[in-house]
């Protein structure tokens, strides 16, 4: 079967392609954003004194860490609404319930991520912190939050990757993501090489563009008053090998 | 009751994991005196540092400023405990510099030295960046300004947080083995700007192993032991050939 360059810049620059890859990029990037946010609150609760929260916490971590995202997303999309009866509306689209699904998995994982950003700050800091005066809320926002986003930097950034990829997942509840579409096309035409290279194309665009924003990321946080390109300082090698972890 | 010290500690206790750290200690420092503080390793020196600069909590006792007990609240007559925003603000009074210097790694030398003054005493940046060069002059680090921590030496980096505490104009500065984590070369420079201080008339109180420095600029040595001060001295007496057995066996292990 012949590759037909034609289908293929047809579906590349087509509506629904476009639109399908928009779908992917805003769930992923409002999926990263809430995961976050919730993410750092949950891993408050696991540092907490308060056992009741650390139990609470790594309950939730455990569960989500568990269960296979597929199985997330098909538990919110097809039995939630039958446990909340008020999600049996019109507004809970597809491209909600794979909101609530990715966020419920993603916010797990970044909670051990932000977890162990916040254990990798020297001790000393929140004594520095403490001794000139700051209240606790001031401790984080001034001390220790800017030094553990530079640890989780490379690791949110593998996340936000792989949530892009993920979000093609959403397809089984008939979200109408890049590949969703591609399949639709494939079904009705039969030409997989077009129609799936042409959504290769697109989560390759998308992830090189986020890979570049990473890099310019790491190299603001490089606390140095000279940034040049390759000036590497082996200082932040230990903390930048968290990654792997 | 009626003593002027600028701060004391009575009877201040501190248990790690069941075991007592510090035991009843009694530590008090006359306004612009300079106290060093000796002993030996795990003896405690640490530990009454940062509960008498309220970093930690202690576990028995009272810490009183000015005759004023910290760490508690009187309202309407009854006492209460600080909650943790006044503690903040206590903690303003003190000055602490680490053996570690504990630099902010993220914030250049100047921004370093307005944290402090900014977020807690909302002070306008500029009134605050005039201080800081003041300081900074005085520590003689002006020139580096705009440097991050990581791209000064050890001694710079600490002559930074000696600056850093100073900017919070404290009553009090605490120095927990400020040269130890020093190359041997690096040692002067820090020495020389806490010798300006204490000639400045502040109120000191300097945990070392600077023999030298207790000898020359500290009014009094303390010598720690097993959590207790076993011995108290003007540096004449304490290194003196009749000092009291415990001194002596401690500096000869140290010298
Ligand atoms: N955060 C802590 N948790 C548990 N134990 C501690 C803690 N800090 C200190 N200790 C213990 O308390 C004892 C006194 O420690 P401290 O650091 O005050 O000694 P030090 O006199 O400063 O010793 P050094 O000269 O080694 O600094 C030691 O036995 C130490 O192990
Ligand atoms: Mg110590």
């Known amino acids: ?245 | 009751m009626a003593n002027n010290y600028k701060i004391e500690t009575r009877q201040l206790a501190k248990v790690y994991h069941g075991q007592q750290v510090l035991k009843s200690i009694d530590f008090s420092i006359s306004p612009g005196e300079v106290k060093a503080v000796l002993g030996p390793s795990g003896s405690g020196k640490s530990t009454m540092l940062r509960l008498m600069s309220l970093l930690e909590a202690s576990d028995g006792g009272v810490i009183l400023l000015d005759g004023k007990e910290l760490g508690v609240e009187v309202v309407n007559g009854r006492a209460r405990p600080s909650t943790e925003i006044e503690l903040a603000r206590q903690r303003t009074r003190l000055g602490f510099v680490f053996q570690s210097f504990n630099l902010f790694p993220h914030m250049n030398v100047m921004e370093n030295l307005l944290l402090g003054p900014t977020a807690v005493f909302r002070k306008p940046r500029k009134e605050a960046q005039y201080e800081a060069e003041v300081l900074l002059k005085r520590v003689g680090l002006i020139d580096h300004c705009n440097k991050f921590p990581s791209e000064l030496s050890g001694g710079q980096q600490q002559r930074v947080a000696i600056a850093r505490a100073l900017i919070m104009s404290p009553e009090v500065m605490f120095f927990d083995e400020p040269t130890s984590a020093l190359d041997p070369e690096l040692v002067r420079e820090v020495l020389n700007v806490m010798e300006d201080l204490a000639d400045s008339g502040m109120t000191m109180v300097v945990v070392t192993h600077e023999t030298g420095f207790a000898r020359e600029v500290s009014d009094h040595v303390v010598l720690f032991n097993e959590g207790r001060i076993v011995e108290e001295a003007t540096p004449d007496n304490f290194f003196s050939a009749d000092a009291p057995l415990p001194v002596k066996q401690f500096l000869q292990h140290v010298m």
């Open chain 1, 1 to 245: 079967m012949a590759f037909d360059s034609a289908v293929f810049w047809d579906a590349l620059f087509s509506r629904s392609y476009l639109n399908g890859a928009f779908v992917a990029l805003s769930l992923a990037t409002l999926v990263q954003f809430f995961a976050i946010v919730i993410g750092f609150f949950l891993a408050l609760g696991r540092e907490s004194q308060k056992t009741v929260l650390r139990y609470f916490t790594s309950a939730y971590v455990w569960v989500f860490r568990a269960i296979p995202a597929l199985l997330i997303l098909i538990l919110v999309w097809n039995v939630l609404p039958q446990l909340v009866p008020t999600l049996r509306s019109s507004w809970f689209t597809p491209y909600m319930g794979a909101l609530v699904g990715l966020t419920l998995l993603e916010a797990a994982l970044m909670t051990e991520i932000i977890r162990s950003s916040l254990r990798s700050v020297d001790k000393g800091q929140k004594l520095a912190g403490k001794a000139i005066g700051l209240t606790p809320r001031q401790i984080y926002w001034h001390v220790l939050i800017p030094q553990m986003i530079r640890v989780a930097i490379p690791p949110t950034g593998n996340q936000y990757i792989n949530m892009i990829k993920m979000t093609s997942l959403a397809s089984v509840i008939s979200l109408q993501e890049l590949l969703y579409v591609a399949q639709q096309n494939v079904s009705r035409t039969f030409s997989y090489m077009e129609y799936y290279s042409a959504a290769a194309v697109y989560y390759l665009v998308i992830v090189s563009v986020l890979m570049v924003i990473q890099a310019r990321l790491e190299k603001k946080y490089m606390w140095t008053s000279r940034v040049a390109p390759g000036n590497f300082d082996v200082r932040n090698i230990k903390t930048w090998g968290i990654n792997n972890g």
